[in-house]
């Protein structure tokens, strides 16, 4: 039973270019969330989605960043014009459907921006 | 204040002796609270997670929550080594589904 899926493991941009992170949910799972990790920080979160709809986006910067979860298709985080200050562990969990459900977290992107 | 406090440690115990780490939580309404193991340069693994006052026990770790003192522990019996890891303890607020973290307390378990 495969885990939370992301994809790439580690990604290099320069100032300025776009990066683009995915994530697939495990197996049964609808609801999927994405979380930051700064270099000696905490996790934080960023925004929480289900299916076509984002339900909770109060830790998206507000701008250059978005996501979606398409009906088809595994879930996109989004950063446009990258900073240095973008640098950073992109982190996917995803849940079954209910409140409260423990969130399994996938292996994370490491975004690098030169 | 900070929504979710943990000492960042580092915490020194003995292998085979109890690790006790501790969390605190401003939000009175929080309803479920998680404690998460993550290895240097890996990934958040959940270990425990809790709902209701009292003790909850898998295996070697044991969670406790006392929802009036805002607090959530975890001990881990009979430490190993391979318990050498920083520790996430994770609160959800009622209502939403978001969680918040705090900022880990490093364990190391010493030979």
């Known amino acids: 039973n495969a885990g939370v899926m992301q994809n790439p493991r580690h990604l290099v941009r320069r100032r300025g270019q776009e990066a683009r992170l995915r994530c697939s949910p495990m197996?049964?799972?609808?609801?999927v969330y994405w979380y930051r990790q700064l270099p000696e920080e905490g996790l934080k979160f960023m925004v929480y989605l289900q299916k076509e709809n984002i339900i909770d986006e109060s830790g998206m910067p507000k701008e250059r960043f978005s996501a979606e979860f398409p009906k088809e298709g595994p879930s996109i985080l989004r950063i446009q014009q990258v900073v240095r200050g973008d640098s950073a562990a992109y982190f996917c969990?995803?849940?079954?459907?209910?409140?409260?459900?423990?969130?399994?977290f996938g292996d994370g992107t490491r975004l690098s921006i030169l | 204040q900070k929504e979710v406090e943990q000492n960042s440690g580092p915490l020194s115990v003995p292998e085979g002796a109890i690790a006790s780490l501790n969390c605190t939580y401003s939000d009175r309404g929080s309803q479920s609270f998680f404690w998460y193991r993550q290895y240097s340069g890996k990934s958040p693994e959940l270990i425990m997670f809790i709902y209701s006052n009292g003790d909850k026990e898998d295996g070697r770790f044991t969670a406790q929550l006392n929802k009036a003192s805002q607090y959530v522990s975890l001990l881990i019996r009979d430490s190993q080594p391979s318990d050498s890891a920083t520790y996430l303890c994770a609160v959800k607020a009622g209502g939403g589904n978001k969680l918040t973290f705090g900022t880990g307390t490093q364990l190391k378990v010493e030979l």
């Open positions: 969990a995803s849940s079954p459907p209910g409140q409260g459900q423990p969130q399994h």
């Open positions: 197996k049964g799972h609808s609801h």
